[in-house]
């Protein structure tokens, strides 16, 4: 059983930076996921095993960077201009084995996290 823990959740305002991590990582395919409250959990970032590939969702292709410290078993999410749409509770997932066929879907995903709230203030 892999118990994933995420950190670095917060308020900021409009515009505004955060990073999260998730720790223990595993050598798999490995994503970040949120939920807003009365919305689905979408699928926000995923990254190989290696960190060659990466996925994102459209709503922050930009703004947000996925990497992944293999040594030190930490996943990273970068979020830059931050919005108040962004505003959810995140989440890491570890990957099912092989090749991810959708990798945004959480269907793909087996081990979560607790979560770590993003508030985006006007």
């Known amino acids: 059983q892999v118990q994933l823990v995420e950190s670095g959740g917060g308020s900021v305002q409009t515009g505004g930076s955060l990073r999260l991590s998730c720790a223990p990582s595993e050598y798999a395919w490995m994503g970040w996921f949120r939920q807003a409250p009365g919305n689905a959990r979408e699928g926000v970032a995923s990254?190989?095993?290696?960190?060659?590939?990466?996925f994102y969702a459209d709503s922050v292709k930009g703004r947000f960077t996925i990497s992944r410290n293999n040594d030190k078993k930490t996943l990273y999410l970068e979020m830059n201009s931050l919005k108040p749409e962004d505003t959810a509770i995140y989440y890491c997932a570890v990957g099912r084995p092989g090749r991810l066929v959708a990798p945004l879907s959480d269907l793909e995903y087996k081990y979560w996290g607790q979560g770590t709230q993003v508030t985006v203030g006007q």
């Open positions: 990254i190989s095993s290696g960190g060659v590939s990466t």
